[in-house]
């Protein structure tokens, strides 16, 4: 099945005001080239071969399509899917799309998260997903960095440990997956999911319950949530700029 990729921009981006209150979160520049994280995630599914990408945007939908356009100078082609009610959430979005005839049945869709950045293969995704004959196939970090520091308890309550950020051993939703967009509709009408609702929350317990094969592809390379203006902070530029293999260097016709 031929692939299409699906980037869910569409949020307000509530947890990075005040700075989404005049640009969409997808648009803040991430990176020493500051670019916009959405182009870092088109560039990155452009050299993973995917030609064709849905973008699902909402909350200031205009600024990403003036500055994506068709995406023809990215090497894509870029359509767009704007919210509106009664379409909401993830799975609204998703659900509008098939709706609309945009996102085509007959697609496995790569559906990335817009506030995702992580340099998953593309190719040995959608070649796991197929050869395991998979309707989803969710790419989970076997490890993950808590955000606060994690204290361990005595009996007494006295604090036995504490430990600044610790990095635990657990299975945790990177924010990219495969899906099979016939088994996606299936299960939304099997359902009755309706035209508001989550896809990790709502969708995929759905295909779970159903006996729908859902299966995970385990990443364990290095990936940004930029999903909050504390988390943005924090973010190392340099190091994104060098797992997502992007040229950093400054345009010949500017002069420092």
């Known amino acids: 099945m031929e692939a299409v990729g699906v980037v869910l921009a569409g949020g307000e981006g509530r947890r990075f005001r005040p700075l989404t209150y005049y640009i969409p979160k997808p648009m803040v520049p991430v990176g020493k080239t500051e670019r916009p994280l959405l182009e870092h995630i088109i560039l990155w599914l452009s050299r993973g071969g995917l030609k064709e990408i849905?973008?699902?945007?909402?909350?200031?939908?205009?600024?990403?399509?003036?500055?994506?356009?068709?995406?023809?100078?990215?090497?894509?082609?870029?359509?767009?899917?704007?919210?509106?009610?009664?379409?909401?959430?993830?799975?609204?979005?998703?659900?509008?799309?098939?709706?609309?005839?945009?996102?085509?049945?007959?697609?496995?869709?790569?559906?990335?998260?817009?506030?995702?950045?992580?340099?998953?293969?593309?190719?040995?995704?959608?070649?796991?997903?197929?050869?395991?004959?998979?309707?989803?196939?969710?790419?989970?970090?076997?490890?993950?960095?808590?955000?606060?520091?994690?204290?361990?308890?005595?009996?007494?309550?006295?604090i036995v440990t504490i430990e600044e950020k610790p990095?635990?051993?657990?299975?945790?939703?990177?924010?990219?997956?495969?899906?099979?967009?016939d088994s996606v509709k299936r299960a939304m009408k099997s359902a009755s999911l309706g035209y508001s609702f989550d896809i990790v929350g709502h969708l995929l317990p759905t295909m779970i319950k159903a006996g729908m094969k859902v299966r995970a592809i385990i990443y364990e390379g290095p990936w940004y949530d930029v999903g909050s203006s504390e988390r943005y902070e924090k973010l190392d530029h340099e190091h994104v700029e060098e797992i997502m293999g992007l040229d950093c260097d400054v345009p010949p016709y500017v002069h420092l």
Request: charged share 25%; glycine share 10%; proline share 3%.
């Open 167 to 181: 990095e635990m051993e657990v299975n945790v939703n990177v924010g990219i997956m495969a899906l099979r967009v």
């Open 54 to 158: 849905i973008v699902l945007v909402g909350y200031r939908w205009r600024q990403i399509v003036n500055y994506f356009a068709d995406g023809s100078r990215f090497g894509v082609n870029m359509r767009y899917v704007v919210d509106k009610p009664p379409y909401f959430g993830t799975g609204g979005a998703l659900r509008r799309a098939l709706d609309e005839g945009v996102l085509e049945e007959s697609k496995v869709a790569l559906v990335w998260y817009g506030d995702i950045l992580a340099p998953v293969s593309v190719s040995d995704l959608l070649r796991r997903h197929r050869e395991e004959g998979a309707d989803a196939t969710l790419v989970v970090s076997n490890k993950y960095r808590v955000p606060v520091g994690v204290a361990r308890l005595g009996k007494d309550m006295r």
